[in-house]
């Protein structure tokens, strides 16, 4: 176990950080089944009042309110952006559907290469608005 020592230090520094009343026995004793007088644990006097600022008037409602509302601008400005990457794999799904063979067609020539120029055509596009991207660079140069 811990040493006395260990003990008196640990009991001291909680008495310095929660005051000498914390470690006061209570003044109201129980009984126990054998006879032995206990103490019960009070809640300890702090010498700090709280204050509780509980008032009784009603509380406004709850509103929820748009993005645009709480930037203080319009909600006609407000416009949702459809990511690039996800108009090219709408595009390349219509390419594909339009230049396959069949309807389990995914290897015939036409349907590769439908698939590959959009990608390229996406990729280019990507490079011009952002030169310094080399690993788009990298994928680009594979296809």
């Known amino acids: 176990m811990f040493s006395k020592n260990i003990l008196l230090a640990a009991i001291a520094a909680s008495a310095a950080l ?7 026995p209570s ?42 509302e709480l930037d203080g601008s319009d909600d006609d400005a407000v416009q949702d952006a459809v990511p690039a ?18 309807e389990t067609d995914t290897g015939s020539p036409e349907y590769q290469v439908a698939g590959m120029t959009e990608r390229i055509a996406h990729l280019t596009n990507h490079l011009k608005e952002h030169p310094k991207d080399f690993s788009t660079r990298r994928g680009l140069v594979a296809l």
């Open 18 to 24: 929660l005051g000498a009343d914390a470690f006061a």
């Open 27 to 68: 003044a109201r004793p129980l009984q126990a089944y054998s006879g032995i007088a206990r103490t019960i644990a009070t809640p300890l006097a702090s010498s700090h009042a709280v204050d509780d600022d509980v008032s009784t008037d009603e509380e406004p409602a709850d509103f929820i309110l748009s993005a645009g």
């Open 85 to 102: 990457r996800f108009l090219s794999a709408q595009r390349i799904q219509e390419l594909r559907v339009t230049h396959r063979r069949h």
